[in-house]
């Protein structure tokens, strides 16, 4: 017999393996059904039980009835916790990938229409808020730059790009001796390998 | 991390006047303390990132001009010109992230209260705002809208159980005192308090920090 809060527990344990993973796993859509459906259960439950009492419930007179309720009022409050837990960790992850670049269209197939959704609206939200500082790449690399030039090699062809010193053809496992800002986007997609 | 380097990197032979080496030392500083601070910190005042701003749209209208010269000389400014942008750069972007991600961790705290939100700026306070719509939204979505009406809030207290994350005040954080000042701290077992010295490195809680920080007795590192 299944207690009150097992499903939520089995949510936040696949949030908890979805925050190691790369990846996004796909969408338990039948558990976060699941535990919604316990939770209005456990509603009406309680609206059943206060029925007969009309709003004048005394809880010291009914100790054992009280105590139900109690249960009752925090296993809903669990379950909520447990969802939004679960919600939370895969838009975080969504997130992460909006912010490294990837576009929607990229993306696993994982991702439910609803989290689809997200991704589009969030990735307007991050252009907005980038295009506030134009001469910044603010989803550029966080190490603090060393050096203006780096060595890469290329692992994709990539085709040709601009520089301020002309146009390089990325071919397959040619190397090159370019200005990091102008590369950092093809290094983040793996296109090319920083050489140290 | 050479802050020292960043700093000698501002060489007064680039023609660069007091204001704008005290500018990227505010930066610096903002930067060292958002990063170790727990909580979000105010939004320097005075338009420090406005003037950043330009300074580095100029800097990169002077790159544009060079670079058509074949001057080895110019050629050798030039490329020291680019190393410092890109350090500037990374400043930036390094402190505006740092911020993004303490706000999105607890974007309904720092919305809470007047004197919260006052720590944001303009653009965060937007960024944030709609962040959190569109989180909510994509709750309600998701299965928030199948719960009975009365749960179906993001900001109970019921039972002395706030659902609003708060970012952890008592976690620990170096400072730099910059004058002779009495430090103190509030301990597990027993509370402390030491006669520090200029330039003394103290460890203590960010809670018993603060007060010290806003006085300007001490910088955080």
């Not at chain 1, 929607?104 to 439910?112: I, K, N, P």
């Not at chain 2, 909580?39 to 701003?53: M, N, S």
């Not at chain 2, 000389?73 to 990374?90: D, S």
């Not at chain 2, 939100?117 to 709609?130: H, I, K, P, V």
Request: net charge negative; glycine share 6%.
């Amino acid at each position: 017999m299944p207690m009150y809060g097992d499903l939520g527990n089995k949510l936040v344990q696949h949030a908890k393996r979805t925050q190691n993973l790369t990846h996004l796993p796909p969408y338990q859509a039948e558990l976060v059904r699941s535990v919604a459906r316990e939770v209005r259960d456990l509603d009406k439950d309680v609206a059943s039980m206060l029925e007969p009492f009309q709003g004048s419930f005394d809880p010291s007179a009914h100790q054992a009835m009280a105590c139900t309720l109690l249960v009752n009022h925090l296993s809903m409050r669990r379950n909520k916790r447990c969802l939004l837990a679960y919600h939370r960790t895969r838009t975080d992850k969504l997130e992460e990938l909006v912010w490294s670049g990837y576009d929607v269209l990229d993306l696993s197939a994982q991702q439910t229409a609803g989290e689809e959704d997200y991704v589009r609206q969030y990735g307007d939200l991050l252009a907005a808020y980038k295009g506030q500082w134009t001469d910044i790449d603010l989803t550029g690399s966080l190490e603090p730059p060393r050096d203006l030039f780096i060595d890469v090699r290329v692992l994709k062809d990539a085709g040709e790009i601009q520089t301020e010193y002309g146009a390089i053809n990325l071919t397959k496992n040619s190397q090159f001796y370019v200005r990091q800002g102008d590369v950092e986007r093809l290094i983040a997609q793996g296109y090319l390998q920083k050489l140290a | 991390m050479d802050i020292d380097d960043i700093l000698r990197e501002v060489d007064p032979t680039y023609h660069v006047v007091p204001r704008e080496r005290r500018d990227l030392q505010d930066l610096t500083r903002a930067w060292v303390a958002e990063r170790s601070a727990p909580e979000l910190l105010h939004w320097p005042a005075g338009g420090l990132f406005e003037r950043i701003h330009d300074n580095i749209k100029r800097q990169i209208e002077k790159v544009e001009e060079m670079t058509g010269d074949m001057d080895p000389k110019t050629n050798f400014a030039l490329i020291v010109i680019q190393t410092e942008l890109e350090r500037f750069r990374y400043l930036v972007r390094s402190y505006i992230r740092a911020r993004i991600a303490k706000i999105d961790r607890h974007a309904l705290h720092y919305l809470s209260t007047d004197e919260l939100r006052s720590r944001l700026s303009e653009m965060e306070l937007a960024y944030a705002t709609r962040h959190q719509a569109l989180l909510h939204d994509h709750y309600l979505a998701s299965f928030l809208s199948s719960f009975p009406p009365p749960l179906q809030n993001l900001n109970d207290t019921a039972g002395n159980i706030t659902m609003i994350d708060a970012p952890d005040l008592e976690s620990a954080v170096f400072i730099r005192l910059l004058k002779d000042t009495l430090v103190e701290g509030r301990g597990v077992d027993a509370d402390g308090a030491m006669d520090g010295r200029e330039s003394d490195i103290v460890i203590l809680r960010w809670s018993d920090a603060k007060p010290l920080i806003d006085a300007g007795s001490a910088e955080l590192v």
